[in-house]
């Protein structure tokens, strides 16, 4: 592949796409004008954009709460998901105690259990339930493919490890982790869009705090019949999966662009 | 040098060693052999003979089921340097082949900048000097091998135990690995164990090859080569070296005979 090809390539990659969008767009706008369509069944792409801008403030404000809160429900599941997954990989049994409640709490879903957490913390924590919630549906996936991570380490490597003599410490850290990595930032990719979710469905179900995320935007839009905000806070939440996908994947790229497989390029 | 030198210390002596795994398959059974000071020697046999077995219950990672390990060392126990080179290349693919041959003093708690001459000798050893900071998946099998084969070297381990190391690689890069190999050994002394399935390589490279036969695995005879080194492509042709493939032959099929 010449320079000038990849060249072109990356700018199809863009145009395509983008172009489809314009033509989507454009299709709805006139469609909808077209049809005399009423604006609270569906707005056009313009008046949603109007809505982006009129109420910019208070969107951008709840765009914040929806991140915080997704921020720190992944980083906490990574954080625990990745710690649990490291302490069933020294022991079995521990494994063997935990690993089925850890399924428990992945099955069941969040919205059965959302009434509950809320009772237990407390209407005047909301916020905390949110994130509890969204912890709960980000956390399972790290802690899958840590766990599976972990163990796939190869085994005569392994064994090289025991022939000189390594310590656990040493084997975790310098083969088992570096093994385990791949897995680690798939499951983080599949968290990270998780998180979101998690944070929308919970504040749908609990309620919003002393500050409205996104979630609590759409519902507030829905009882006004205000469907152009509606669309406007559904286009940011959009924004916002696709930034966490896109972040992670970049960090996935950067980490495993030298050694594995799924990130190398390949010239031909 | 022949092996009429004079006879070498013992290093190594295996009394009835077997090993049957869980669920009852008999690997090895009643395993009886020496290897000196020295030596280099071929397990040769078919798969599932139990010649890897045998390298792994040598090297400590695997118990036998009965029977006795000696070493005859000061403290009796396996020497702590051992090196072990395995039948695919084994090196970690997120690490540089200067971190992948850094590996065995690193878990000693040797640090990079103090190990670097080390390494660095480790890798002009087996021709591998320029490529420090290439990654594994950038380098063909043989260089892999090579790399493999550093790593085993850079503790200057008195034994070295390999599992058919160049049973993936084509011949002609098998060929000067093993070239590489035999001068390495005549440099340095080290015991080597090697295990084959190739009779030539076997005969080319050893002093002794023990012929195992399968079901179960146990040694069915030893093969002296006598033939000097250093041993070459004029070796390889020697009525000598053929005559050397037909013993080892000879004594394989008769194992194999029910």
Known sequence: MNGEDSVLSRFTRIAVPAAAGVVFLGIWEASVRLGDVPLFVLPPPSAIGAS??????????????????????????????????????????????????????????????????????????????????????????????????????????????????????????????????????????????????????AEFVAGSGTGAGLAWRIVEAGYRLDIPRMFAALFLLSVLGITIFFSLTWVEHRLLRRWHESAVRREF | MTSADAPRPPLLTLTGVAKTYEGGTVALSGVDAEIRRGDFVSLVGPSGCGKSTLLRIVAGLIAPSAGNVRWHTTDGARPADVGFVFQDATLMPWASVLDNVHLPLKLRGIALEKA??????????????????????????????????????????????MDEP???????????????????WRSQRWTVIFVTHSIYESVYLSERVLVMGARPGRVLGEVAIGAPHPRGAAFRRSHDYAD???????????GVRP
């Open chain 1, 52 to 201: 982006l801008v009129a109420n910019f403030g208070s969107l951008m404000g709840s765009l914040w709460v929806t991140l915080r809160v997704t921020l720190m429900a992944f980083v906490l599941a990574a954080v625990g998901g990745i710690g649990l997954a490291i302490l069933f990989s020294q022991s079995r049994r521990i494994e063997m105690a935990l690993f089925p409640y850890a399924v428990v709490l992945q099955v069941t879903p969040v919205v059965a259990i959302a009434p509950l957490i809320l009772i237990w913390v407390g209407y005047d924590r909301v916020e905390l339930a949110v994130l509890i919630l969204a912890w709960m549906v980000a956390f399972f996936p790290i802690l899958s493919n840590t766990t599976l991570g972990l163990r796939s380490a190869d085994h005569n490597l392994r064994d090289l490890f025991r022939l000189y003599g390594a310590s656990r410490w040493q084997v975790l850290s310098e083969l088992q982790l570096p093994s385990a990595l791949p897995y680690i930032l798939a499951g983080m990719k599949i968290s990270g869009g998780l998180a979101l979710i998690g944070a929308v469905v």
């Open chain 2, 116 to 161: 670097r001459p080390q390494l660095m000798d480790a890798l002009a050893r087996v021709g591998l000097a320029d490529f420090a900071g290439a990654f594994p998946r950038e380098l063909s099998g043989g260089m892999k091998m090579r790399v493999s084969l550093a790593r085993a070297l850079v503790t200057e381990p008195p034994v070295l135990l």
């Open chain 2, 166 to 184: 160049f049973a993936a690689l084509d011949e002609f890069t098998r060929e000067k690995l093993d070239d590489d190999l035999l001068d390495l």
């Open chain 2, 244 to 254: 050397h493939c037909a013993a080892v032959s000879v004594a394989l099929r008769e």
